[in-house]
């Protein structure tokens, strides 16, 4: 189901690592949180050294950066309820990760070195942190497409433009360490806490970044995972329709909750977005193609 692919630009900005064009609703998308996709120690002991060196580096210079815990991107499965594409059922491999290990592997300026020779996604970034991010595009009532402009004061892509979006949080799972779904029952219920996370934090992410009420959006469309090259940075996109029109949306994200990560909205035609792909990082240039094979697969239906 990889696929490498790129915007006309670059050939090497993204990869699709799955596509539903259809999408998924939240029954048919479920996690298995296991620490056997947790990430696996470099062999190189100055390569895993390198990962506090650049930690501490980065502390001194920032004093407020924050380790917090994040979900680690191991993989997925998929099988088909009847056979169709229609009725597919995705489960999500994650384990449990953390932003210090992400800025020393996947940000490491030797992040490469932390990567293995092979085809499989997981086997080839077994070494990284992974955290798996989120995005979605949000399609107003008046059919255009909301993206954000990063501010000049966040750690990744300044000034570039982005589909709202961030992180999945263990903690408002409420998990710290695998000893929180230790048992069979126990992992149960935390599996279907995490899947149910996956949406919960779309939602609460377009709310505190654009400002809209959660009442105004539809409920989130899992439409595929994307992996930036640069990095390997992973991210699963959702499918959101809001019941406003553009100009409500931008009075409103005047007001939104975390608007410091970000200097303006645009709501945006398809055609537009196309060509604001060039100033997108690469795991939300590979979003856009997932809603782009979800309208093509619309129109064909």
Excluded at 11 to 34: E, H, I, T
Excluded at 50 to 63: F, L
């Amino acid at each position: 189901m990889e696929k490498e692919v790129g915007n006309g630009c670059s050939s090497l900005a993204y990869k699709l690592l799955f596509s539903c064009p259809f999408g998924l609703s939240q029954p048919q998308l479920s996690a298995v949180f296991d620490e056997s996709y947790d990430r696996i120690p470099h062999s190189d002991s100055n390569l895993e050294n390198s990962i506090s060196q650049i930690w501490d580096q980065r502390v001194q210079k920032n004093g407020s950066l924050f380790n917090g815990k994040k979900f680690r991107y191991g993989g997925y499965s998929q099988k088909s309820g009847d056979g169709s594409k229609k009725e597919s059922y995705v489960c999500l491999h994650l384990g449990l990760t953390d932003y210090r290990t992400f800025v020393g592997t996947n940000l490491n300026p030797s992040w490469e070195k932390f990567l293995v020779a092979s085809e499989d996604d997981p086997t080839q970034c077994q070494h990284t942190s992974s955290p798996l991010g989120n995005g979605a595009i949000v399609e107003t009532s008046d059919q255009k497409i909301v993206l954000l402009q990063r501010s000049d004061n966040v750690g990744e892509f300044p000034g570039h433009f982005v589909f709202p979006g961030g992180h999945p949080e263990p903690q408002e799972v409420g998990i710290e360490t695998h000893e929180y779904c230790k048992g069979s029952k126990d992992s149960e219920l935390v599996n279907k806490k995490v899947s149910q996370e996956m949406f919960e934090s779309i939602i609460r992410a377009v709310v505190e970044e654009i400002g809209v009420p959660a009442t105004s959006l539809s409920d989130p469309l899992f439409i595929g995972i994307s992996r930036r090259v640069l990095n390997v940075r992973p991210a699963i996109f959702f499918f959101i329709k809001c019941s406003l029109e553009s100009k409500e949306i931008h009075q409103l994200y005047s007001k939104a909750q975390d608007g410091y990560e970000s200097t303006q909205l645009y709501t945006v035609s398809m055609i537009e977005v196309e060509h604001m792909t060039l100033k997108m990082p690469g795991c939300h240039q590979g979003g856009f193609a997932l809603y782009k094979l979800m309208v093509e697969a619309l129109k064909k239906n």
